[in-house]
């Protein structure tokens, strides 16, 4: 295994193209980094909480703190860390990489994995304690600020911003506020990562089962039903009225000018139940709903019209064998 020493040369700030909001280097003001934040994390959707959300957040860091280079990387033991993640760079020779094993040992990093502290140093080589011996892969680090980030789905690790030129001001309180934010920020990331790779496995185990079935199962068998005459007249009017109004036979007989009597009777003549029509109109809405259109729970059993949100769940289970929510979970990323 080689392990790449640290020792770095000048480079200028990256160019971060991948994020819309464009600020210059050193956002100083708190309220300013605050909406530099918000908007990356608005750009990152929550299905896309992997090593590439975790990149932006970095890029938002380097450009908070006017610094050229991020790391985010978990201990391997006393001396040596893995890169978890870095600040996203066009450049093919930056130095640094996922997977790549670094030397921490005696640098402010060490510390913070073992006090859990955040440290910063406006000027590194000042320190006796690291001296100008601290660099990465090359990278002299002259200035530093770095965090502990705690996941509660693994072991904590350490997220740093550094750059190859000592910083002219001290740190501010703001400035370890702001670190802090993005730690607690990678972390959620790294549990959201975590939470869909542990339900893509559950998933994977419940189809080869044959518990669960494909969304292009479920999407055939919610299909609209094919019928013809009085029943094909009843599913038109219940699709003119879901979302807009009631959905019983009263209801519906009325709009067609036809008893609720009548309207039975004729159904009953083509061996088909007026429940049976408006189950499977339903069901052929209420995926779309909850997939497509990610409305509420309560918005959905509403628009149904179901009495309230347990009927509709006691029917969405009826036709699945699974709730409504647990559906969506399963699905919200095929679609």
């Known amino acids: 295994m080689t392990i790449l020493k640290l ?13 819309d909001v464009q600020f210059k280097p050193e956002v100083t003001s708190f309220s300013e980094r605050i909406k530099h934040l918000y908007k990356v994390l608005a750009g990152t959707p929550y299905y896309s909480a992997d090593r590439s959300g975790i990149s932006r957040l970095l890029d938002a860091g380097c450009q908070i703190f006017g610094f050229e280079h991020a790391l985010l990387f978990r201990r391997l033991s006393q001396q040596v860390a893995e890169v978890v993640a870095t600040s996203e760079s066009d450049d093919d020779e930056d130095p640094f990489y996922m997977g790549q094993h670094i030397h921490v040992e005696n640098t402010p990093s060490e510390q913070i994995f073992s006090d859990g502290a955040s440290h910063h140093y406006k000027n590194v080589p000042s320190i ?8 990465y892969n090359g990278v002299d680090v002259n200035a530093y600020i770095g965090t502990l980030v ?16 000592p910083k002219e001001a001290d740190f501010s309180a703001e400035d370890i506020e702001t670190i802090e934010l993005l730690a607690e920020g990678v972390a959620c990331m790294i549990d959201l990562q975590k939470a869909q790779a542990q339900r893509k496995l559950t998933d994977q185990a419940m189809f080869a089962m044959g ?12 299909k609209l039903p094919e019928v013809y005459g009085v029943p094909a007249r009843v599913v038109e009017v219940l699709q003119r009225r879901i979302g807009r109004a009631q959905l019983g036979i009263g209801h519906v007989a009325e709009e067609l000018n036809l008893s609720k009597r009548t309207l039975q009777r004729r159904l009953q003549q083509q061996d088909i ?8 109109v339903r ?9 497509k259109q990610h409305l509420s729970i309560d918005s ?10 347990t009927s509709f769940t006691n029917a969405f289970k009826r036709w699945t064998g699974l709730s409504p929510s647990t559906f969506r979970k399963l699905f919200r990323d095929y679609v």
């Not at 006796?128 to 660099?135: I, L, M």
């Not at 139940?273 to 499977?280: K, N, P, V």
């Not at 069901?283 to 997939?291: P, Q, T, V």
């Open 273 to 280: 139940s007026f429940a049976e029509l408006r189950d499977q």
């Open 150 to 165: 705690s996941p509660s789905s693994t072991e904590p690790m350490v997220v740093c911003f550094f750059s190859s030129t």
């Open 283 to 291: 069901f052929h809405y209420s995926i779309d709903y909850l997939i």
């Open 300 to 309: 959905i059993s509403a628009s149904l019209d179901f009495s309230d949100r």
């Open 211 to 222: 518990s669960v079935k494909t969304l292009d199962e479920y999407l055939q068998q919610a």
């Open 7 to 19: 020792n770095i040369s000048s480079k200028a700030p990256l160019d971060y193209p991948r994020i």
């Open 128 to 135: 006796a304690a690291y001296s100008a011996a601290f660099s």
